[in-house]
């Protein structure tokens, strides 16, 4: 059987580039014993994959060159040489940039898209869901009135991570690029406020938005933003560290100079993963899927068609043009 | 009765200087109702009093010029008009940079002569030793077999710091200034190693002086130490953030540009002060006190003659020229 497969061509410098990928059909091979083969229907598009990009010192181990890019994706079974899926399931895993998957079971993940929609595995009822549910809940650990700031407010994990400390009682602010995405989180997400971190005035802002200090602050983004909020830490203040954008093209990527308020507020910056949390996925998707359905959270894809527009897509991300969560269908 | 009292003339740019202080004979007020008077003997000289020097943007509230230095001192009650208080009783507080206190006994902690030389309420057995044995204790959570750094190894809070996570079964590697201090942290105090932050091989010699990565950093200097160690952490390594000596005078306080290794380690960065602990001190000293007695830790006072010294002791503090804990005596 014949498929499309995205691969590394060249590491990028700064902002990722089309000519970095080389997209070809090749033949996909046939499963092995424990192995499935999949028809990948909707392939992640994630900041991960800038940091796979890097030859080293990357947050992520580093794509060879010529390799399919480690993208979380969904798709149906097409064969099983494994007794823990059949032809015509669903599953989500790392299926990768590719219009195929011949691999390991292990690792897969049934879903089902009678209960929702493919796409949303990759979003809010999937490891973008679950990072913004961990996050938030395990790390940040908000408690009704405090004030919670998060950032990359109108992207995949911050508007989310935003929704959940609405509904444990909190005052959120988000930031986000750009007017336009404000009054997304504001109008759509309903975030109490939203700060654009395009605006000089951002650190006055903050001041205002959040009069008695910051307890939580979701970092997407680090650079100067996470900088600045740290200078309106409230005492005990907890910044769970999803991401740094900012730093995985090196662009805005400033070096922090207020890491002391850390200890002036006896505040807690702590890094996080999902894959530390491997038992609790279900508990994860099903509060999720409860909170979808009752309309309590809100949720959008931002969906490319067609796996050639792969490359597209994750300029797409890093220019900050779509809301919600990015994925190519293929 | 007539007092000596050292007074913040100017603020400091970059290093604090002998003519930043004005020292002056005054007349010493009687004590109120609630107030004790007390002869001061030997006054703390800690990185803190840089901060205090600040106009703004520090870690503690600045003084005002003309003010009273806040160190923590220890020293005799001479009047009493409190109740918790009889001349004669020996205290521990901040009695600030004077040879007499008049002031509320209210925070004043009574400690015993007898059990230990007075200096050494300043010391392993004062503020110093509580907030090594907090930070690494409650902060830092050692478990025997782990690999624990400690920066300022050789200093008051830093060489009680170590050799507590000692105790607890784990290597220590110091980091310290300098060959004497080095030498002195690994022969002296015990740890199993020191790297001298002045060679630039630093990163290197942390590499192989914690083979398997750093699961605790026990941090008191900020700057280009931190950001090194974060390259090195293990993963769900702990750092105590006890100071950033570096900061205060911004002589290396380069910003952090390694921040995202907590995401990668899922690590944890925390601030934390001794004030979080008000109803424990008491354990803090009975711990240390047993320590110390049957030699499981060692420990060193570095005793400058004259509050008239006291500008001078500043400048040994941050010029790192003495071993242990630093203060004047009156």
Known sequence: MRKIAVRLRARPVGMPQASDWDIRE???????????????????????????????????????????????????????????????????????????????????????????????????????????????????RPVSGETVVVSGAAGAVGSIAGQIARLKGCRVVGIAGGPAKCAHVVDDLGFDDCIDHLDERMGERLGEAAPRGVDIYFDNVGGKVLDEVLLHLALRARIPICGGIAHYNSIGAVGLKNHLKLLEMRGRMEGFSIYDYPTRHLEARDALAGWLADGSIVTREHIEDGLDRFPEALKLLFGGAQLGKLMVKV
Not at 85 to 99: R, Y
Not at 115 to 131: D, I, K, N, Q, S
Request: net charge negative; proline share 7%.
């Open 26 to 140: 090749e033949e996909a091979a046939a499963p092995d014993e424990g192995e499935v083969l999949i028809a990948v229907r909707y392939v992640s598009v994630s900041p991960s994959i800038r940091n796979q990009m890097e030859a080293g010192g990357a947050y992520l181990p580093p794509l060879a060159i010529g390799d399919v890019a480690r993208a979380r994706a969904v798709g149906e079974v097409l064969e099983s040489r494994s007794p823990a899926f059949a032809p015509g399931d669903h599953v989500e895993g790392l299926l990768g940039t590719q219009s195929h998957f011949t691999g390991s079971a292990a690792g897969l993940m049934k879903v089902d898209p009678n209960v929702a929609p493919l796409e949303r595995y990759l979003g809010a009822l999937g490891m973008t869901g679950f990072t913004a549910y961990f996050g938030m809940l395990d790390i940040g």
